[in-house]
């Protein structure tokens, strides 16, 4: 049964493609019957199953689809043939576009953009005006905000948060595990746990770092060893 209809007298032109107003048919979730909803180009943006809804004033057009109990909702825009489905939420001024995808319980806001064939997925959440784009993955707990970027083959996962004016980019270069950390070397950074710095920074500052997280002195001397190996690994890929 559909769970929605176009409301013939209110839709939008974006782009020369005509989007409509969506009106809800039924109750789900927690959208009421006769509840107007946001803007589609097509009914294959908006799935008629579960509970996925486009609120307010956001768009989905071109071949993009939302799924499952995902929301769109705010400002938020999805387009070209990107997906959002699970419990995904994308919402504020956000973009999603090109073949991106959004799921799990991932969040996108703010003026955030996801695009290329970036994922993003897991608890993560991508926000303010952040970018994460080409082949990008961000995932588990992981957060990137600001107005840093994530792009080429960068993998930013786990409890990782990148932020400020940072960008990580290019290939993971090498993945390592080592007592209870979770350690990767990107091309010029290293992330150990959730600390994400570039090498000359570790270098610097491993033993605050160490005290910031409340780490041990036997663990901070693993901290020291692994930035070396790691340092050693890169110079080598390089």
Excluded: P
């Excluded at 946001?38 to 071109?62: D, K, M, P, T």
């Excluded at 991508?126 to 992981?142: D, I, L, P």
């Excluded at 290293?190 to 605050?208: A, F, H, N, S, Y």
């Amino acid at each position: 049964m559909k769970k929605y209809k176009y409301d013939k007298k209110d839709f939008v032109v974006v782009g020369g493609k005509k989007l409509h107003r969506i009106v809800a048919l039924r109750n789900f979730g927690d959208v009421k019957k006769g509840e107007k909803g946001g803007y589609i180009q097509r009914h294959n943006n908006l799935n008629h199953n579960n509970n996925a809804w486009v609120y307010g004033n956001a768009q989905v057009s071109g071949n993009a689809q939302v799924y499952g109990d995902a929301w769109v909702y705010g400002n938020a825009q999805v387009s070209g043939n990107a997906q959002v489905y699970g419990d995904a939420r994308v919402y504020g001024n956000a973009w999603v576009s090109g073949n991106a995808r959004v799921y799990g319980n991932a969040w996108v806001s703010g003026n955030a953009q996801v695009y290329g064939n970036a994922q993003v997925y897991g608890n993560a959440q991508v926000s303010g005006n952040a970018r994460v784009y080409g082949n990008a993955w961000v995932s588990g707990n992981a957060w990137v905000s600001g107005n840093a970027q994530v792009y080429g083959n960068a993998q930013v996962y786990g409890n990782a948060q990148v932020s400020g004016d940072a960008q990580v980019y290019g290939n993971v270069i090498n993945i390592i595990s080592q007592g209870c950390f979770d350690i990767t070397a990107y091309a010029d950074l290293i992330q150990i746990g959730c600390e994400l710095q570039t090498i000359d920074v570790w270098e610097k500052d491993v033993d605050k770092i160490a005290l910031k997280h409340g780490v041990s002195k036997e663990d901070t001397e693993i901290y020291r060893q692994t930035v070396a190996l790691c340092k050693m690994m890169l110079k080598k890929e390089g």
